[in-house]
């Protein structure tokens, strides 16, 4: 049935990227489509309590990468798997919604990545590398005040090469009541 709708068929076939070409730059109009989506992502009561970081900067995109393998405790490995962008999603966590709201915005722009023709994946660990002094100094660099917490790192980027079909899904996913 997917195959015949065009937003179910990307919702079905959408894979995480874990290897990108970071030397081919990703135009502009691709990042503000993933940011796009990410706006009109649904909120708790249409309060849109999100902020966006963009992060093209390869020095900047290292520093984030390697805090990350710490909190990971992988030193060895690059958690943002060469991506040339990284779209870090805060949200005021003054919100109620707030985990509910970041984590929308993180699918939609997920999707909406895949929909421009872009890899991505989500990269965990923003909570804990905001909420330590490195992470507060970048928060502070770039004016954001407040009560803002790290939902997830966006990476994006053109992928290696293509993407894996999904794996079978669980036969129990769904139960009716009827």
């Known amino acids: 049935m997917y195959e015949e709708n065009a937003v179910l068929h990307a919702l079905c ?24 989506a990410g706006q009109y992502a ?8 999100t ?25 060895d490995r690059d958690p943002f798997y060469g991506a040339p962008v990284a779209i870090l999603v805060l949200v ?25 023709g872009l890899g991505s ?3 965990h660990r ?7 002094e490195e992470g507060k100094a970048i928060l502070k660099e770039l004016g954001i005040e407040g ?3 790290g939902i997830g790192n966006c990476v994006i980027g053109y992928a290696k090469e293509p993407a894996k ?10 139960h009716y009541i009827k």
């Open 13 to 36: 076939t959408r894979r995480s990227v874990r290897s990108y070409n970071s030397t081919k730059p990703v135009e502009q109009e691709k990042i503000q489509a993933v940011l796009t």
């Open 51 to 75: 902020k966006f970081v963009v992060i093209r900067n390869p020095e900047m995109l290292h520093q984030l990468s390697n805090q990350n393998a710490e909190i990971m405790g992988a030193t």
């Open 121 to 123: 994946c989500w990269i």
């Open 165 to 174: 079909d999904a794996a079978p899904r669980k036969t129990d996913y769904v």
């Open 126 to 132: 923003a909570k804990e590398t905001f909420e330590r």
């Open 147 to 149: 009560d803002y917490e």
């Open 42 to 49: 649904p909120t708790g009561m249409n309060r849109m309590p």
């Open 92 to 116: 005021d966590s003054t919100v109620h919604t707030w985990v509910e709201d970041g984590s929308l915005a993180m699918g939609a722009m997920l999707n909406a990545a895949y929909a421009v």
